[in-house]
């Protein structure tokens, strides 16, 4: 199990384009993937459960992936956050 | 609201309806509004009024009623307020002033001068704390998260749940379709209440009753079926898990046998249904509810069928033997 905590560093927080843009990249990989935001913790394959979350402009978000390809999984969800979902 | 402080403004900022609504506004102590409130219990604090205040559960929300009122006014009207100002030394969330009785000034003033809120509602004081007891034992009730859709299938509220792209939202789709009703897609929240009741909702009520659909994208099934279409908040009463139809796995062919989900100390019955194309799942689903409230009614199609069938093969056997001696005569 791997787990990366990052901030969100776009302005919008994490809205619907963004949602789209990590349950995408998550569903590329094997491993479960999970985000988790204060005790909430939700499955990033799943739209609407990472819109419920509610993650504005710098939320803590810890990215947690477990499977075969969880280094390369949740390495590549990170760097989506970094690159603040092609925004601002 | 998981990890999160439950404040005197959450309690204000509820959207409660009808025979929940609590009718609170506030009257003082704003500043104090951040105040957290961390249990369901309430007090009606006469006992510290009158100056006895061992073991004062100063924690809880103070609910003051008429004579509680009556008191305070005599007392004021005394010009006494040491058990006032003792009072507010302690860290109490809030008082609430039930049947519309606001506070003396001096009361207001000391409560203001400590920065705790005070809150006023017509209700009486009797129906106050019973609709305080039934809201925060909600909020209080232990609560977690389950990946699924909930939806409510002649009157049995139904947890869809399965591996993402299994088909739950299709199925739920499907369902709608055909008449039934949408709790909560893909994160359902729930709550255990009254210690063995199961309530699930939606967990955010912006984003409350859309679906995400592949290859349409998000949709509002308030909009498009109606409101007919969706409810806020339904009992879990069934698990139905949605695989992928494994060759190797033995699945339930008679239905006799009980698996059960764990929720929050609460054991829910679930059923395993296998997907594969051309099984139409919601005519499975339906059909599920409707024997879940037959076996409600004290009815098991499976365990019914098979007592029919001992009965009748040992009447066969009984037969046999009229037969066989027919047969020797």
Same mark, same amino acid.
Not at chain 1, 72 to 82: G, H, I, S, T, Y
Not at chain 2, 119 to 145: G, N, W, Y
Not at chain 2, 160 to 178: C, H, M, N, P
């Given at each position: 199990?791997?787990?990366?905590?990052?901030?969100?560093?776009?302005?919008?927080?994490?809205?619907?384009?963004?949602?789209?843009?990590?349950?995408?990249?998550?569903?590329?990989?094997?491993?479960?993937?999970?985000?988790?935001?204060?005790?909430?913790?939700?499955?990033?394959?799943?739209?609407?459960?990472?819109?419920?979350?509610?993650?504005?402009?710098?939320?803590?978000?810890?990215?947690?992936?477990?499977?075969?390809?969880?280094?390369?999984?949740?390495?590549?969800?990170?760097?989506?956050?970094?690159?603040?979902?092609?925004?601002? | 609201?998981?990890?999160?402080?439950?404040?005197?403004?959450?309690?204000?900022?509820?959207?409660?309806?009808?025979?929940?609504?609590?009718?609170?506004?506030?009257?003082?102590?704003?500043?104090?509004?951040?105040?957290?409130?961390?249990?369901?219990?309430?007090?009606?604090?006469?006992?510290?009024?009158?100056?006895?205040? #061992?073991?004062?559960?100063?924690?809880?929300?103070?609910?003051?009623?008429?004579?509680?009122?009556?008191?305070?006014?005599?007392?004021?009207?005394?010009?006494?307020?040491?058990?006032?100002?003792?009072?507010?030394?302690?860290?109490?969330?809030?008082?609430?002033?039930?049947?519309? #009785?606001?506070?003396?000034?001096?009361?207001?003033?000391?409560? #203001?001068?400590?920065?705790?809120?005070?809150?006023?509602?017509?209700?009486?004081?009797?129906?106050?704390?019973?609709?305080?007891?039934?809201?925060?034992?909600?909020?209080?009730?232990?609560?977690?998260?389950?990946?699924?859709?909930?939806?409510?299938?002649?009157?049995?509220?139904?947890?869809?749940?399965?591996?993402?792209?299994?088909?739950?939202?299709?199925?739920?789709?499907?369902?709608?379709?055909?008449?039934?009703?949408?709790?909560?897609?893909?994160?359902?929240?729930?709550?255990?209440?009254?210690?063995?009741?199961?309530?699930?909702?939606?967990?955010?009520?912006?984003?409350?009753?859309?679906?995400?659909?592949?290859?349409?994208?998000?949709?509002?099934?308030?909009?498009?079926?109606?409101?007919?279409?969706?409810?806020?908040?339904?009992?879990?009463?069934?698990?139905?898990?949605?695989?992928?139809?494994?060759?190797?796995?033995?699945?339930?062919?008679?239905?006799?046998?009980?698996?059960?989900?764990?929720?929050?100390?609460?054991?829910?019955?679930?059923?395993?249904?296998?997907?594969?194309?051309?099984?139409?799942?919601?005519?499975?689903?339906?059909?599920?509810?409707?024997?879940?409230?037959?076996?409600?009614?004290?009815?098991?199609?499976?365990? #019914?069928?098979?007592?029919?069938?001992?009965?009748?093969?040992?009447?066969?056997?009984?037969?046999?033997?009229?037969?066989?001696?027919?047969?020797?005569?």
């Amino acid at each position: 199990m791997v787990e990366i905590t990052t901030v969100i560093k776009n302005r919008a927080g994490i809205h619907a384009r963004p949602a789209a843009m990590i349950v995408q990249t998550a569903g590329k990989f094997k491993s479960r993937i999970f985000l988790e935001k204060g005790g909430d913790r939700i499955n990033a394959k799943s739209i609407m459960g990472i819109i419920t979350l509610g993650a504005g402009y710098e939320t803590q978000i810890k990215i947690i992936a477990d499977g075969e390809d969880e280094a390369d999984a949740a390495a590549a969800v990170e760097r989506l956050f970094q690159t603040r979902f092609e925004e601002d | 609201m998981d990890d999160k402080r439950f404040t005197v403004l959450d309690l204000l900022d509820l959207d409660l309806k009808e025979h929940d609504a609590l009718d609170l506004r506030c009257i003082g102590g704003r500043k104090g509004l951040g105040r957290e409130i961390n249990g369901p219990d309430i007090n009606r604090p006469g006992l510290a009024l009158s100056g006895f205040f #061992e073991s004062f559960a100063f924690q809880r929300i103070q609910l003051i009623g008429r004579g509680e009122a009556a008191y305070l006014r005599l007392r004021a009207s005394e010009g006494k307020s040491a058990e006032v100002d003792k009072i507010f030394s302690y860290p109490v969330p809030c008082f609430i002033f039930a049947n519309s #009785e606001a506070p003396e000034p001096a009361f207001a003033a000391a409560a #203001e001068a400590a920065d705790c809120p005070l809150l006023l509602s017509d209700l009486s004081s009797t129906e106050m704390a019973s609709r305080l007891m039934r809201v925060l034992a909600t909020i209080f009730a232990p609560k977690t998260s389950a990946h699924g859709v909930l939806v409510e299938v002649y009157g049995i509220g139904i947890l869809l749940t399965g591996d993402s792209g299994v088909g739950k939202s299709e199925t739920a789709l499907e369902l709608i379709e055909r008449g039934h009703r949408l709790v909560a897609d893909d994160v359902v929240e729930i709550r255990c209440v009254s210690g063995n009741i199961l309530m699930g909702s939606g967990a955010n009520k912006v984003i409350g009753h859309h679906m995400e659909i592949r290859g349409l994208g998000i949709i509002n099934v308030t909009h498009l079926f109606g409101v007919g279409a969706i409810r806020d908040k339904k009992q879990v009463q069934l698990i139905c898990k949605l695989e992928e139809w494994d060759a190797t796995k033995v699945y339930d062919r008679i239905g006799t046998e009980e698996n059960t989900d764990d929720i929050l100390g609460v054991k829910v019955p679930r059923l395993d249904i296998p997907v594969k194309p051309g099984r139409n799942i919601p005519i499975i689903v339906e059909t599920a509810a409707m024997n879940e409230r037959l076996k409600k009614m004290g009815y098991y199609s499976a365990r #019914e069928f098979n007592q029919n069938i001992l009965r009748w093969l040992e009447s066969e056997s009984a037969r046999a033997v009229y037969f066989g001696r027919n047969e020797s005569i």
